[in-house]
């Protein structure tokens, strides 16, 4: 036992599992949706590059405008019944997809504006159940062990998801698959209502709340510490390109390459099993390894993987190949930086500034990625798909040189856990 009586392994924390499972589905769930709604645009409607672009545009940019709001809110909240509101508004969007296909009343503009909102529940489900975490497991020691299987769970979940969406949406369309969504976010409700560890109402405010100051506080805290200041400034520049890559990807691979959607969904589902291996070595690679460097390998291969894919050329399965070892180079870095970043935010942030941390790095990481989908439809009607691939993929690359010139490089281990200030 670390901490008297708290267990030394997750596995015998029974309402974190709960959570863990309930995740897990509704994940899986996600990944049907992530390739269901731009292949509902592209081959329902027709859509444009700039279209497509749009549509990822808007599902992320949510968090750059709200996600700090929402961290405020959730500082200030108990954080499971705000997730079981975020999943119950998912559910329900979701869900509108497949009832207004099936009674021809489903528009692109329908479409886009359902996109949006889901995109708005999901950066109030995300603020939130970063904080929450640590409400279950308690235990700073234990934070690793608990994102390494939350990044083991998201891996899984992008290897078995594109491949099953791909056949989910051959079978019975894009649209009509995103009742697979739907369900998944039921089943998550279910297993956070099931939980049964009381969640402490957070410490009351010294003096009269302000929303403004809140707000500060939270993003000054990020941008003060000097191990948060570069992974904050790193966020924007890394979600921007894996988004941007698998924008362009998925519309180049469809049009100029005439692949199936059971062939994109495959491609996708073979690369994810990087971020999978990536997040189960990431304990072992830790153990063995300064902290500093396997985050810069972590880095590495999510920046420098994309150059694979405008280089693609030869028969079909040599170019599926290629786009496969491309993209899971990517999540392999994707998915071993995932534990190591989460585990240091969480480390390094008392409960009182977790939502406002959260929300700080929510907003630079999607907001990277809502301009990274924005671009990607842009870039790709100006140039042309493939010359926009190599664009994008070289100026990855070029983050390298930032990267091997931060502080992160010296970090040797995960620093001792921060329990001040208080709200």
């Excluded at 040189?401 to 970090?411: C, E, K, N, T």
């Amino acid at each position: 036992m670390t901490i008297a009586g708290r267990p030394e392994t997750l596995w015998r924390n029974p309402d974190f599992l709960k959570f863990w499972s309930g995740e897990a589905l509704s994940l899986f769930g996600t990944q049907v949706t992530t390739l269901a709604l731009p292949l509902t645009a592209v081959l329902v409607f027709e859509a444009s590059e700039e279209q497509v672009g749009l549509l990822r545009f808007l599902q992320l940019v949510p968090y750059l405008f709200l996600a700090l709001l929402f961290g405020v809110w959730v500082d200030r909240s108990r954080r499971r019944p705000i997730m079981l509101l975020a999943n119950t508004a998912r559910m329900l969007l979701i869900g509108l997809v497949p009832l207004l296909w099936h009674h021809d009343r489903l528009s692109m503009t329908g479409l886009l504006v359902i996109a949006c909102l889901v995109g708005v529940f999901s950066v109030l489900f995300d603020v939130s159940w970063m904080s929450y975490v640590p409400t279950l497991v308690r235990d700073p020691e234990r934070y690793v062990e608990a994102n390494q299987k939350m990044g083991v769970t998201q891996s899984t979940t992008d290897v078995a998801g594109p491949g099953a969406a791909g056949v989910l949406i051959g079978w019975l369309g894009p649209a009509t698959a995103l009742v697979v969504d739907a369900a998944s976010y039921l089943a998550s409700l279910a297993c956070l209502l099931w939980i049964r560890t009381p969640e402490p109402a957070p410490p009351p405010a010294a003096g009269r709340r302000h929303l403004g100051r809140e707000l500060t506080e939270g993003v000054r805290w990020v941008f003060g510490d000097r191990i948060l200041r570069p992974l904050a400034l790193l966020a924007p520049f890394t979600n921007f390109s894996l988004t941007c890559v698998s924008t362009l990807f998925l519309i180049y691979a469809v049009r100029d390459q005439g692949l199936s959607a059971a062939t994109v969904g495959l491609i996708f589902s073979v690369s994810s099993v990087g971020a999978l291996v990536g997040a189960l070595v990431s304990q072992a690679l830790l153990r063995r390894y300064r902290l500093g460097v396997v985050y810069v390998l972590a880095l590495a291969g999510i920046y420098a993987g994309p150059l694979l894919i405008p280089l693609a050329d030869g028969p079909r399965p040599v170019l599926i190949g290629l786009f496969m070892l491309s993209l899971l180079l990517s999540y392999f870095g994707g998915g071993l930086s995932n534990v190591i970043q989460l585990s240091l935010r969480q480390t390094l942030t008392p409960a009182a500034l977790m939502g406002r941390m959260s929300a700080a790095f929510r907003t630079l990481l999607f907001g990277g990625g809502a301009l990274g989908g924005l671009c990607a439809g842009l870039i790709g009607g100006a140039i042309g798909l493939r010359a926009g691939l190599a664009v994008v993929a070289v100026c990855s690359a070029a983050m390298l040189v930032p990267v091997a010139l931060s502080p992160l490089v010296r970090l040797r281990a995960m620093p001792a856990p921060v329990t001040g200030p208080t709200a």
